[in-house]
C-alpha cells in the first residue's frame, strides 16, 4: 500500500497538469477572436494567415518530435484536404461574425455547434435520434433568439449572428468528418494537413482582397498562428492523455466565457442584457448535454 501512495501521487500530479493545459488551451481558443479586430484584413485573409503560420509550427514541432506525419493513403489525403475546406469556411466564417457584430455573439452562436451535431451525427452514422437531445437542440435555438436584436439584415448583429451560425455548423461538420481519422492518426497530424489544405485553399483570397501586411499585422499573425492556434491545439492534445472527453468537453464550454471576459477587458465590448440571457441558456445547455453524455 505504501508503495501504490507515490504512484497516486504522481497519478493526480499528472492529472492535474493535463487539466490545466486543457484549460490553458481553452482559453487561448477563446481569445483568438479578439485578433478579428486586432488584425485589419479581410476575414479569409486573416485565416488565410492563422493557418499557413500554424501549419509551419506543426511542421517544424513534428520534425523536433521526430512525429511520423506520413499519410497512409491518396483517399485519407484527399479526406484531409476537403475536411480543410470546411476548416477554411469555418475559421473564415468565426471571423467574420466577429468582426461585423461582436466577440461575444461571434463565440456564443459558435458554441451552438452541438445543435448541428445532434442532428447531423444520425443522418451521417445511423444512429437514432433521442428526443432529449432534440429537446436540447431546441433550447439552445431559442438562446440564439434571445440574442437576436431584429430579424433584418440590415442590423449588424444580426449578420454576425447568422455568419457566427454558419461557422458553428462547419466545425460540427468537420468534427464529424474527423471522426474517421481520429483512430488513425495524431491530432496534431490531423490538424497539420487540415490546415496546411485551408492555407492552400484560401491563397486565391490574396489576389482578391490584395491585403497590405503592416509590421503589426504579421507580429499579430505570427502570434495568432503559433501561441493561440499550433501550441493551443498542442496543450488541448497533451491534455487529453489522462482527461475524459466529457470533461474535455465541459471545460471547452468555456470558451466563449473566455472570450467575452477578454473582449471586455482589452476591447472594451461589454455584452448586453441580451448577449447575456441568450448566452447563459447557450452555456446551461452546453454543460447539460455534456454532463448527461458523461453518465
Sequence with gaps: MAALEPRCREKQKEHRKDLISIHMAVMLFGMSALFSRLIHQ????????????????????????????????KKHLLGLFAVGGILAG?????????????????TLTFSTFP??????????????????????????????????????????????????????????????????????????????????AAAVLLLPSL????????????????????????????????GMKTVRAQTAGMISGLESVYGILFAGLLLGEIPGIREIAGGAVILLVVFYSTKKAAS
Design 42 to 73: 479581410s476575414a479569409p485573409v486573416l485565416t488565410w494567415g492563422r493557418v499557413t503560420v500554424s501549419s509551419v509550427f506543426l511542421f517544424c514541432l513534428h520534425r523536433v518530435k521526430r512525429t511520423d506525419d506520413r499519410v497512409k493513403s
Design 90 to 106: 469555418h475559421w473564415s466564417a468565426f471571423f467574420f461574425s466577429a468582426q461585423v457584430s461582436t466577440v461575444a455573439v461571434a
Design 115 to 196: 445543435v448541428f451535431v445532434t442532428f447531423l451525427e444520425p443522418w451521417l452514422f445511423g444512429l437514432r435520434l433521442r428526443a432529449s437531445d432534440v429537446a436540447a437542440a431546441f433550447v439552445m435555438m431559442f438562446g440564439v433568439a434571445l440574442i437576436i436584436p431584429d430579424f433584418s439584415l440590415d442590423n449588424s448583429m444580426t449578420r454576425g449572428i447568422l455568419w457566427g451560425m454558419l461557422g458553428s455548423f462547419l466545425y460540427a461538420l468537420m468534427s464529424l468528418a474527423n471522426r474517421r481519422f481520429a483512430g488513425l492518426y495524431p491530432a496534431t497530424v490531423i490538424s497539420f494537413y487540415e490546415q496546411g
Design 207 to 238: 489576389f482578391l482582397f490584395r491585403p497590405l501586411f503592416s509590421l503589426s499585422d504579421l507580429l499579430l499573425l505570427l502570434l495568432l498562428g503559433t501561441v493561440f492556434t499550433g501550441i493551443a491545439h498542442s496543450l488541448f492534445t497533451s
